[in-house]
């Protein structure tokens, strides 16, 4: 079992809809989560730390559940922009983040 | 706003050349990494130095040394250059271990 497991997509969605992506990990004593966002063929970018008590930043909202060990990430009011692929991130506190491999999205006008 | 910075953006090497990637960061991180992604792939970690002085190995490690300078450089070493190297290089530093990391924008290596 991978230790971050996403659904690849593609997530075809229209403008204006609302997208959530979900992510599962297997070591229930991770520590800290985050999405990423990754653009074709350009570094990962840090989208959003995740906290127990959700967390809310305009249009994204994150969630984490650590008894079901799953995080998500809901997008309100999609824009052409958020066309891209979003990495789920765990932090077990070894030697790096362990990434997920990514679910792309792509928002159509 | 530097960050992290990544030296060169694109190379084109022979097999069997040898090549040293660059990687710097002035936010006074104490973790540094080699990722390289391959195309349509997720990330790949391939050393870390998780503190000034000490290196270790990440997945894909083979074919590749690394050389944590100082607090700021982290440079990765390609020794025989072969055409599965080829790929996307990212650097990437964090300051400790619950702090989500920062990337540089990734040296683009081909080698033919």
């Known amino acids: 079992r991978k230790e971050v497991e996403q659904d690849p997509g593609p997530f075809n969605v229209p403008e204006g809809a609302t997208v959530a992506f979900n992510c599962t990990y297997s070591?229930?004593?991770?520590?800290?989560f985050f999405w990423y966002r990754q653009d074709c063929r350009k570094e990962p970018k840090l989208l959003m730390s995740?906290?127990?008590s959700g967390n809310e930043d305009g249009r994204f909202t994150a969630q984490l559940n650590r008894a079901s060990q799953y995080i998500s990430l809901l997008i309100r009011d999609s824009k052409l922009s958020d066309s891209a692929t979003y990495l789920c991130v765990v932090n077990t506190g070894r030697r790096a983040l362990t990434f997920g491999s990514g679910t792309r999205l792509q928002v159509q006008p | 706003n530097a960050g992290v910075t990544q030296t060169p953006k694109f190379q084109v090497l022979k097999t069997g050349q040898s090549m040293t990637l660059q990687c710097a960061q002035d936010?006074?991180?104490?973790?540094m990494y080699w990722y390289r992604q391959d195309p349509g792939m997720g990330l790949r970690l391939i050393y870390y130095?998780?503190?000034?002085?000490?290196?270790d190995k990440g997945e894909v490690p083979n074919g590749y040394n690394v050389s944590r300078l100082n607090k700021r450089e982290f440079s990765l070493r390609l020794e025989s250059a072969a055409p599965s190297q080829t790929s996307v290089y990212f650097c990437?530093?964090?300051?400790?271990?619950?702090?989500?990391?920062?990337f540089g924008d990734g040296t683009r290596l081909s080698i033919l």
């Open positions: 936010m006074n991180h104490n973790s």
């Open positions: 995740v906290y127990s």
């Open positions: 990437a530093s964090r300051r400790d271990s619950n702090q989500p990391q920062h």
């Open positions: 130095s998780a503190s000034e002085g000490t290196t």
């Open positions: 070591n229930s004593a991770s520590q800290s």
